[in-house]
Every structure is written in structure tokens, then in C-alpha cells.
């Protein structure tokens, strides 16, 4: 769905390409996350498939067209962009900027807002009671349900996130996370993502494409970039707790085993193995029980599931 093809993008005065002879491909309906040190060009990349930045070299294609032989305002009402920030209009209802793009597409006013009360139901926002509300009557997790709302208002095939998350709380962030990635997968969109955060990488993408001064280094789905790094470099960047962040890829109900305690603590029908770690260490429990999954889960039940996925050596 998106490819680049030898793209390179140089500034005059600049010693080197900010973004330099990048090959990478984006199937679709998966989400590929650009992530890597400042300056890498991880957002001059996602910007060159909008044409907010023209490339020096090579060639960028979304559905198979080169991007650079199409109209940059048509192309931008096909591909949905969430900003780093939100950039919601302050001055516009959430109804208002949930709308922006179905009224330049022309729609007519019943079906756009017939969208917008679909789109704030699908990111978790009831209608009646957010429509009429001001962005800066929202918290900074609300604020960024409504960009993506916005960004997916006109059913685009192709979405773009730079830094979406970073204007969030920590405290809602990973749930936020999760569920903004289960909506995009559910629609079944082509996403690519720019992050500075490996375990938001790790959260939200099925591969992450890590660069460093402005060339790809290794493009693999998460689990095989924090297993195997490509090199020196790659091992550092995704740090040397990455054993432990592959917990968090592996879901807590797979390692549960018989028995039952009724004291036990809780955790959701989605929580993952590191989920499961945290909540066993932190509380002293022997088990925990996972919502819908039969029997409970142990640290012992924990360390055989992380070793059999290589998350852990035979010695831990």
C-alpha cells in the first residue's frame, strides 16, 4: 500500500540527506512504526507520503501511484493525519473538526452528521454528550480520541500518526494505545506511525522499520526486532530490558494453568505476560486470575511461557 523506493530527501546547507536511499515497503492494512534517535528522518519519511515534504530522490507510492504525479490537496483528503499535539481547530466544536474533511469532500449535511456521531462512538466518545464541547474542554486522552476520529472520518485507506500519543497522560497512554490499535485494525487501515517511544513501537505496530541518520537499519515485526537485533546499534536502541518487553507481546491467558484461588488478584482479558509480572511482583500474590480464561496464571506459569517464546534464558 505505501512504498518507497530509493527516496532520499537533502536540504541546502545540510552536510548530509536527511533521509538517505530508503527502501521500505508497507503492506496493507498493517501499521509499520518509524522509530529512532532525533534527527534520524523518521518524520521527513511519514511526511513525504502527503507531499508536506517533496522527496530529492527516489519515489514514494501509496496504492501504487507515485505521490508525485497527484494532486498534493486531493491526496491529502485520501490519507487521515494525526498530529503530533492533536492540532484540533480551538475554535471549532468536536462535531466541527470531526467534520472537516467529509464538508471539503462535499458530502451532504445529514451524512456527515450521521459520520460524526459514528466516529465519536467508535473512539469511545458518546455523541450527545461531546459534540457540542470545545477541544479545550477536553482532557489531553479525549483531545486525541477526537483527532483520530477526525483522521478517520472520511473512511481514508491510508493513515498517518506522528507522535500521536506524546500530548497524552502517562496514566491513560497504554490504554489509549491499545485501543486505538485494536479500532485500526478492526477497520482493517494502512498505518504508518512515527514514535520516539520503543514500547509504544513494540504496542502498536506489526513491524517497526528503526533508522539512524536518516537509513534504515532494520525493518521486522517487534518481536524479532527486540529478539534479534540487526546490530550493535539496534541492540542498544531497544535497550537491554528488550527480553522484558517481549512479555508484553505475549498474552497472559496462553500461560494459564489448572487450579483456582478466589483471592487471587485480577487482570483484563487482555493483559500480556509483563502485565502479569508487574501485578504478581507488586502485590506478593502466588496467581493471578485472567478475566474469561480458565484456571490461574503463576510467576511460575509466567517464566515457562517467556522461556518457551525465548523471552527469558534457561537460567532465569
Avoid at 63 to 83: N, S
Avoid at 269 to 279: E, F, V, Y
Wanted: aromatic share 4%.
Amino acid at each position: 500500500m505505501i512504498r518507497f523506493e530509493g527516496v532520499a530527501k537533502s536540504y541546502p546547507g545540510v552536510d548530509r540527506p536527511v533521509v538517505d536511499g530508503l527502501d521500505l515497503a508497507v503492506a496493507e492494512g498493517s501499521t509499520c512504526v518509524l522509530i529512532g534517535p532525533s534527527g534520524c528522518g523518521k518524520s521527513t519519511t511519514l511526511r513525504m507520503v502527503n507531499r508536506l515534504v517533496v522527496p530529492s530522490a527516489g519515489r514514494v507510492c501509496v496504492a501504487g501511484e507515485d505521490v508525485a504525479g497527484l494532486d498534493p490537496i486531493g491526496l491529502r483528503r485520501r490519507i487521515g493525519y494525526v498530529l503530533q499535539g492533536i492540532g484540533l481547530f480551538p475554535h471549532y466544536s468536536v462535531a466541527q473538526n470531526v467534520a472537516t474533511v467529509p464538508r471539503l469532500l462535499g458530502w451532504p449535511a445529514r451524512r456527515v452528521a450521521e459520520r460524526v456521531d459514528a466516529m465519536l462512538d467508535l473512539v469511545g466518545l458518546d455523541p450527545a454528550a461531546f459534540r457540542d464541547r470545545r477541544p479545550d474542554a477536553l482532557s489531553g486522552g479525549q483531545r486525541q480520541r477526537v483527532g483520530v476520529a477526525r483522521a478517520l472520518a472520511a473512511d481514508p485507506p491510508v493513515l498517518l500518526m506522528d507522535e500521536p500519543f506524546g500530548a497524552v497522560d502517562p496514566l491513560v497512554r497504554g490504554r489509549l494505545q491499545g485501543e486505538i490499535r485494536a479500532i485500526l485494525r478492526r477497520l482493517g487501515k494502512t498505518v504508518l506511525m512515527v514514535t520516539h517511544d520503543i514500547d509504544e513501537a513494540v504496542r502498536m505496530g506489526d513491524r517497526v522499520a528503526l533508522m539512524r541518520a536518516g537509513r534504515l537499519v532494520q525493518a521486522d515485526p517487534p518481536e524479532t526486532l527486540l529478539a534479534q537485533p540487526a546490530d550493535a546499534f539496534a541492540a542498544e536502541f531497544v535497550g537491554g530490558d528488550r527480553l522484558l518487553r517481549r512479555l508484553a507481546l505475549i498474552p497472559a491467558r496462553a500461560a494459564c494453568q489448572a487450579g483456582a484461588q478466589a483471592q487471587a488478584p485480577r487482570l483484563p482479558a487482555d493483559a500480556s505476560l509483563k502485565d502479569a509480572l508487574t501485578l504478581l511482583l507488586a502485590s506478593g500474590a502466588a496467581a493471578a486470575v485472567i478475566e474469561g480464561a480458565e484456571g490461574i496464571l503463576t510467576l511460575d506459569g509466567v517464566r515457562e511461557a517467556a522461556r518457551e517464546s525465548g523471552g527469558f534464558t534457561s537460567r532465569a
